[in-house]
């Protein structure tokens, strides 16, 4: 069974620091997609990641991907505390029916 | 159209009462995928509807939920006879065919069985 796990799972940082999370995945995909989620709310698409290599920037946050390796990274540069939130990684595993398997997801606190 | 709703926002209920929440996909989007997710988890998939055709339910969806799509547009999931580990964050979220793009949530509906 597909196993997404994303650590860390919780993160504290200064505001102005540089950080990595990371999601590692079991089983062969190049489809990885970041989310971000708000306390309460709904999950908002941030990075659509479709190939080996792929790399998409916005922003503070940059995502990128290595099928080989299964894992992707979600790099905040300089964070602010507007980015504190639970960002999840999600892997599709299953062709044609787009049915993603997420991480626990990894909750950010940024400090001011 | 301003993207997926879902009715209600939150929802109270007494262990074994019925309950029913609906989802209005973006118009144009003819798949739509139901998640549950509890507190401090990720989303986990339920079913999937491509038009009105249901073609894909979880183990997790157990017999006492079952989900509708009547005419390819919204879509209602109910679950009967609520148990408190029901509990939880239902989302709603639709995509176009062939969604490599990922998907778009709505706002869920948080299901309190006390």
């Known amino acids: 069974e597909l196993k997404v796990e994303q650590n860390p799972l919780f993160l504290s940082m200064q505001e102005g620091k540089n950080y990595t999370i990371y999601c590692n995945y079991s089983t062969t995909s190049d489809r990885l997609y970041w989310y971000r989620q708000d306390p309460g709310k709904s999950l908002e698409s941030l990075f659509v990641l479709l190939s080996n290599g792929a790399v998409k920037q916005e922003g503070r946050l940059m995502a990128s991907l290595d099928t080989k390796a299964r894992l992707s990274t979600l790099h905040i540069t300089a964070a602010v505390h507007d980015l504190s939130a639970t960002y999840f990684c999600a892997v599709d595993v299953t062709s044609g029916t787009y049915k993603y398997i997420f991480g626990t997801g990894t909750r950010l606190k940024v400090l001011a | 159209d301003t993207g997926v709703s879902q009715d209600p926002r939150h929802k109270i209920t007494k262990r074994g009462q019925n309950v029913t929440f609906r989802c209005d996909p973006i118009?144009?989007?003819?798949?739509l995928y139901w998640y549950r997710q509890t507190l401090g988890q990720g989303p986990e998939f339920l079913t999937y509807f491509q038009n009105e055709a249901q073609l894909e339910k979880s183990r997790l969806l157990s017999d006492r939920f079952s989900a509708e799509r009547p005419k390819g547009s919204f879509s209602t999931l109910e679950i009967q006879r609520t148990e408190q580990g029901d509990s939880a964050m239902y989302l709603c979220?639709?995509?176009?065919?062939?969604?490599?793009?990922?998907?778009?949530f709505g706002s869920g509906t948080r299901l309190t069985v006390v």
């Open positions: 979220a639709s995509s176009p065919s062939g969604g490599v793009y990922g998907y778009t």
């Open positions: 118009s144009e989007h003819n798949r």
